[in-house]
């Protein structure tokens, strides 16, 4: 295949959104266009990238810390911002080893490499992140997939692989990007407990909202996972990731991660950010539950139009249209309405399962809603 020939049904283009004057809005300006759009597709879920008291702390850390971290955290990179927020959310996840990524997309690649090598098998589920997948590629280890939260599958791969294998690494999203559908967190806990395998969770999308006080699912069960993955870059509204592991573990990656030890420490100002988002979350309980109270709502008058098949379990939902160029004319459609809903198609999703994924976040009132279902009912 020609990598400089992309179909064109499949070409992407970058567009440009300025922030519009609510927290929910985008303005598009080009020829001749002046648009509001309502974001129904971020993932800054609270909308913390642009809150007041988040904004400022990092403007501080700038101020006393710098912009950018100069270097790797090895060289000259590591700040009193970075120690700070790593303790600070290792008591929050009672987690003896946090350990700060420039991003989520390169923690979970280090995750993945500190936890196999090329002779170990990594089971991992079908639908796991491209950077799960990337970060299993290129570990050399053998990588097996299962059906996308099918416990009974899982279970055949680890019987049939830890008769001949000893070091296998099970690989899966508490919530799952794309389907937003939640992870069978304490059955695959017990399940690699019971065939002594490695456990790694991916909280990239629950974290600050599920399980106990935004947590993450894996809370209750940090005794048999291995390792927990998480971003800044969504409900945090910041920028960035971690890791979270006991302290064996976490020196290990310290001591031997390549994407951690070859990348410039992450920005003081993401840090502070991040720092400031997780005071927030820790002081208001109730943002991830009334969060999911709206997503509820949402997905329930969407299924009462009672002409879309609606996935997702909590904040994530997508409306499956199947066709790839259908799917793309039902967001232009919305977009004419009003509405951000972006169209996800292949190779994010499989063939033949195209859709239209909306993010539901905190501050959607209930006049959203109302003007977004009648665009739903307006669509022929
Ligand atoms: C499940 C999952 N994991 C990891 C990442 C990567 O995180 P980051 O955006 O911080 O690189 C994403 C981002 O899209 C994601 O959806």
Avoid at 53 to 78: C, K, P, W
Avoid at 174 to 193: D, F, H, W
Wanted: hydrophobic fraction near 40%; charged fraction near 25%; charge should be positive.
């Amino acid at each position: 295949m020609d990598k400089f020939q992309t179909p064109k049904n499949r070409i992407r283009k970058l567009r440009v959104l300025s922030l519009g004057d609510k927290p929910y809005e985008f303005k598009v300006s080009g020829d001749n266009i002046n648009t509001t759009l309502i974001d129904l597709s971020s993932n800054d879920y609270f909308g913390l990238s642009r809150d007041k008291d988040v904004i400022n702390a990092a403007h501080e850390a700038t101020l006393i810390e710098g912009l950018g971290s100069g270097s790797s955290r090895f060289i000259s990179g590591s700040r009193p911002i970075h120690k700070s927020l790593e303790t600070n959310l290792g008591k929050w996840l009672n987690q003896d080893s946090v350990l700060l990524f420039p991003s989520g997309y390169q923690a979970n690649i280090a995750a993945i490499q500190a936890l196999t090598d090329k002779n170990s098998i990594i089971i991992a589920d079908r639908l796991i992140h491209n950077s799960l997948l990337v970060g299993s590629k290129t570990s050399g280890a053998k990588l097996i997939r299962f059906l996308h939260n099918n416990l009974k599958d899982l279970e055949n791969k680890l019987s049939k692989y830890s008769i001949i294998n000893n070091s296998i690494l099970v690989v899966v999203e508490s919530l799952y990007s794309m389907e937003g559908s939640i992870a069978p967190i304490e059955k695959i806990t017990k399940l690699c407990k019971k065939y002594n395998c490695k456990l790694l969770v991916d909280e990239a999308h629950a974290l600050g909202i599920l399980g106990n006080k935004g947590k993450g699912l894996s809370y209750p069960f940090l005794d048999s996972i291995s390792m927990v993955s998480g971003t800044f870059g969504k409900a945090f509204g910041s920028g960035g990731a971690f890791l979270a592991s006991n302290e064996k573990i976490g020196e290990m990656l310290i001591q031997s991660s390549s994407p951690f030890r070859y990348t410039t420490a992450l920005s003081p100002s993401l840090a502070a950010g991040a720092l400031k988002s997780l005071q927030k979350i820790k002081k208001n309980q109730y943002l991830g539950t009334d969060l999911l109270k709206i997503s509820k709502r949402w997905k329930k008058e969407i299924e009462h139009i009672g002409k879309y098949e609606v996935i997702g379990d909590a904040h994530i939902l997508s409306l499956i249209i199947g066709d790839e160029d259908k799917t793309m004319m039902m967001q232009k459609f919305l977009e004419e309405k009003g509405f951000l809903a972006v169209g996800i198609r292949p190779p994010t999703v499989p063939a033949g399962k195209s859709r239209i994924r909306l993010t539901i976040r905190s501050s959607f009132n209930t006049n959203i809603l109302k003007n977004f279902i009648s665009a739903l009912k307006a669509y022929k």
